[in-house]
């Protein structure tokens, strides 16, 4: 079936750093994508979406990169901080649908 | 601004009893409303979505119901709880096709 995943689960990195958090999405038809955060026992937060017109968004501190070819995502964070220690899950909009799907998620470790 | 609310933020109930979790969003007309699950540690489940009153979409069967007697009200139901029925519910609402959602603050739901 149609499905959003990550390649890793939990991700650990030094504060400072820029951590990287990677996403493969298999439905082609699929023309928006969206990174969403979740902290602990909070609902999901938007933080940068791209259209499949584009290759790279840039935010502040993130950067989403998007590869069609190979049906990849990734989410840049500059400088990892503390406070971006979350859960990262990325999402993929099928061409005309008011559906998103979502993959398990990755946990970000910021570690002092 | 809009905002959206959900309550309650947790609940402990008996299997078997009936559930009712509702969600408001205010400061917009007509939205795209959905209901997710997630497991602890897991991903976004799809549950149900809708695109205007009365109008429901199921994507799982599934000991649940949704219902939509207002344009900015979304219901989750449930006649006879399941203790597989426990897990974090999170209420969105989203505008139109390729805009990102906007997650309420989830309720915590436990069946014993």
């Known amino acids: 079936g149609e499905s959003v995943g990550l390649h890793l689960p939990t991700l650990s990195v030094q504060e400072g750093d820029n951590s990287i958090i990677n996403c493969a999405y298999s439905?082609?038809?699929?023309?928006?994508f969206i990174w969403y955060k979740q902290e602990s026992g909070k609902g999901p937060q938007f933080i940068i979406d791209i259209r499949s017109n584009m290759d790279k968004r840039q935010g502040q501190r993130v950067t989403v990169l998007l590869n069609k070819t190979v049906k990849h995502l990734s989410l840049q964070i500059a400088a990892t901080q503390p406070g971006d220690s979350a859960v990262y899950f990325c999402?993929?909009?099928?061409?005309?649908?008011?559906?998103?799907?979502f993959g398990t998620g990755t946990r970000l470790k910021v570690l002092a | 601004s809009q905002t959206i609310h959900q309550w309650p933020a947790t609940l402990v109930q008996p299997v078997g009893s009936p559930l009712s979790l509702e969600c408001t969003v205010e400061?917009?007309?007509?939205?795209?409303l959905y209901w997710y699950r997630q497991a602890a540690g897991r991903g976004l489940q799809l549950l149900f979505y809708s695109v205007g009153i009365g109008q429901i979409s199921s994507e799982v069967p599934q000991n649940l119901s949704a219902s939509r007697p207002q344009d900015r009200q979304f219901i989750l139901s449930s006649k006879k709880l399941l203790l597989s029925d426990s897990g974090f519910y999170l209420c969105?609402?989203?505008?139109?096709?390729?805009?990102?959602?906007?997650f309420g603050s989830g309720t915590r739901l436990t069946v014993v």
């Open positions: 999402a993929e909009n099928p061409s005309g649908t008011y559906k998103y799907i």
């Open positions: 400061g917009t007309s007509n939205p795209n």
């Open positions: 969105a609402w989203g505008q139109g096709i390729n805009y990102g959602y906007t």
């Open positions: 439905n082609s038809a699929s023309d928006y």
